[in-house]
């Protein structure tokens, strides 16, 4: 019990110190490097605004389409045991972001969407949630390995191999805290039903799956970009889709937790795009955009369905 306590403190110490260091050197950046606060935001909030409505309406719009994606894949993968409506998806999907808005690598999902369902089949739901995120973390891997390595041949980034070392000493010792944690969690699921899972997965709910989790890397980039481009920055596509790409591949290693999210993907965004003569400020503003259209408000969304969970959770175990 006490080693168990004593990993898990020290894993929240690592957390912290991962995301206390990122506000700090956001802070940083920012005061350095930028305008004055007023100003910038006047220039692009007040006398910019009006001629980019649409464009920022259109901004918002991929939130919307990337949360269908993502509700989407749900509704397909549940299909499997269950049926259930788009909006019963929209629901679950919700509810659990709410709660994986404070727990690392999203584990609140797996409880909030396993929790809708009977105890019969709660292993199974939180093997499908482990294979959505998954496809979604291997689609991020993939195409934003492919711009990170474009990255580092674009602008001759000079790898310190040493360094790269000593982190993945650090990453390691992070991942087997990480492990040791949930490793009674694991054990109490089985994960050998996971495995019994994927073999009895529909062939094309597993492709379609994949499809979704590409097209929402493609939907979340491109919205970062349109953001560059209402904040009038000056980049071509292919070199601002390159960085874009590079950032979320370089976090999507960090684990962190969805509420200090900004923090992580805004200093990794002030690294790449030092390269590039963009303010800090611009890509801090952007980063927090993008979580609070991405994150916070569907968290907020969310929170509306966790006031009457207890409710729905009877309905739904007294009909199966």
Do not use: C
């Not at 474009?150 to 000493?169: D, G, H, N, Q, T």
């Not at 097209?215 to 919205?223: A, D, E, M, Y």
């Not at 970009?225 to 980049?235: C, H």
Request: proline fraction near 3%; avoid cysteine; glycine fraction near 4%.
């Amino acid at each position: 019990m006490k080693r168990t306590t004593y990993r898990k403190g020290a894993f929240f110490l690592i957390k912290m110190s991962i995301v206390v260091g990122a506000l700090y050197f956001i802070f940083q950046q920012v005061q350095v490097k930028s305008a004055d606060l007023k100003t910038f935001f006047y220039q692009h909030f007040f006398e910019g605004i009006k001629p980019q409505t649409y464009l920022f309406f259109f901004i918002i719009l991929l939130s919307f389409i990337n949360w269908f994606l993502e509700i989407k894949k749900w509704q397909v993968l549940v299909k499997n045991y269950q049926y259930i409506s788009f909006p019963m998806a929209i629901e679950q999907s919700l509810a659990a972001h709410t709660l994986s808005f404070i727990t690392p690598y999203k584990t609140g999902e797996y409880v909030g969407k396993a929790a809708y369902f009977s105890k019969k089949m709660r292993k199974n739901i939180i093997g499908l949630t482990f294979f959505s995120n998954s496809l979604q973390l291997v689609a991020t891997l993939v195409l934003g390995g492919l711009a990170f390595g474009f990255f580092s041949y674009y602008f001759k980034v000079e790898i310190p191999f040493y360094r790269l070392k000593k982190m993945a000493y650090v990453l390691a010792l992070l991942i087997l805290f990480f492990l040791a944690g949930y490793q009674g969690f694991a054990k109490k699921i089985g994960w050998q039903r996971f495995v019994i899972y994927f073999k009895t997965l529909h062939h094309n709910s597993g492709l379609y799956v994949s499809l979704l989790s590409f097209l929402r890397f493609v939907v979340f980039s491109h919205q970062f970009y349109f953001l560059l481009v209402f904040f009038q920055v000056p980049l071509d596509y292919p070199i601002a889709m390159m960085l874009i790409g590079s950032i979320y591949f370089i976090s999507a290693i960090v684990p962190v937790i969805s509420l200090f999210d900004f923090a992580i993907k805004g200093s990794i965004a002030i690294y790449v795009f030092s390269y590039v003569p963009v303010e800090a400020l611009t890509i801090v503003t952007i980063t927090f955009l993008m979580w609070l259209f991405n994150f916070v408000i569907p968290a907020l969304l969310g929170s509306i369905y966790m006031l009457k969970f207890k409710k729905l959770e009877k309905t739904n175990f007294q009909q199966i």
